[in-house]
């Protein structure tokens, strides 16, 4: 089964940057569209970006747009979030997820929901603060 395992997380101060990495293991990850997600505590959970699985198509929630940049390294089983220019309401927990590139259920319209996603990491603590 396809793990996925979080990292880069902290605490940075406003107008910061931080890399947020996905590592897949299990199964190669050229196969899955990925999705970058995130909660914050009592709202819920937020679309951020996703990729496809040669990394040729990517969105943005508006949001994050100009800011954020999701890539992603198929020789290394890795997908990355570089976030710049970081704001406080960008806290949250991090979480990237995937679903089998011919889902069907994957859409332009439907990228950033979750229930597009089959398989989740963890998570990892964003946290924007002076």
């Known amino acids: 089964q396809l793990q996925l395992v979080e990292s880069g997380g902290g605490l940075v101060r406003p107008g910061g940057s931080l890399r947020l990495s996905c590592a897949a293991s299990g199964f190669p990850l050229e196969d899955y569209f990925i999705g970058w997600f995130r909660q914050a505590p009592g709202e819920e959970r937020e679309g951020v970006s996703c990729?496809?699985?040669?990394?040729?198509?990517?969105n943005y929630a508006d949001s994050v747009k100009g800011r954020f940049t999701i890539s992603r390294d198929n020789a290394k089983n890795t997908v990355y979030l570089q976030m710049d220019v970081l704001k406080p309401e960008d806290t949250a927990v991090y979480y990237c997820a995937a679903v089998e590139a011919d889902s069907p259920l994957i859409s332009r319209v439907s990228a950033l929901n979750d229930y597009v996603y089959d398989y989740w990491g963890q998570g990892t603590q964003v946290t924007v603060s002076s």
């Open positions: 990729i496809s699985s040669s990394g040729g198509v990517t």
